[in-house]
């Protein structure tokens, strides 16, 4: 959990500290512990999942964008762990498994999405090996 942590804001480390009793009412002033690291990120991942931000041009018709998929990959795993992703489709989780420093296995049953996913990968390789 700590590798998806997110800073505070401001007014959050300010404020009086509020919980809630187990009847649900407000309990105030009782001691409020902040985790040096952050907090736990919002139960939803605000992104634009119309746009891929590739440079090539990849025909997939459910092709989600990279930072949908990282926070799960990091919150889940850690450098060198196995990713296993069963619907390759265009490769995205396997992207960022790279990315991450994990390793990645897959499947995709789908002869045209796995020809988009080589290209893709190819695409990636020539980028990383350009001076």
């Excluded at 991942?45 to 799960?72: C, G, K, Q, R, Y």
């Excluded at 450098?79 to 390793?103: E, W």
């Amino acid at each position: 959990m700590d590798a998806i942590r997110v800073p505070y804001k401001d007014d959050a480390l300010s404020n009086a500290p509020r919980h809630r009793k187990v009847n649900g009412q407000m309990q105030m002033g009782m001691a409020n512990l902040h985790h040096p690291l952050g907090k736990v990120p919002a139960d939803f991942i605000e992104t634009n999942v119309a746009s891929s931000h590739l440079d090539e041009d990849i025909e997939h018709p459910a092709m989600f964008p990279e930072d949908l998929i990282e926070p799960f990959v990091k919150a889940t795993t850690e450098k060198d762990d196995l990713v296993l992703d069963v619907f390759a489709g265009s490769g995205t989780t396997g992207v960022v498994a790279l990315d991450l420093g994990r390793r990645f296995a897959d499947y995709e049953i789908n002869g045209d999405f796995c020809k988009l996913y080589e290209q893709r990968l190819e695409t990636l390789n020539e980028v990383e090996n350009s001076p």
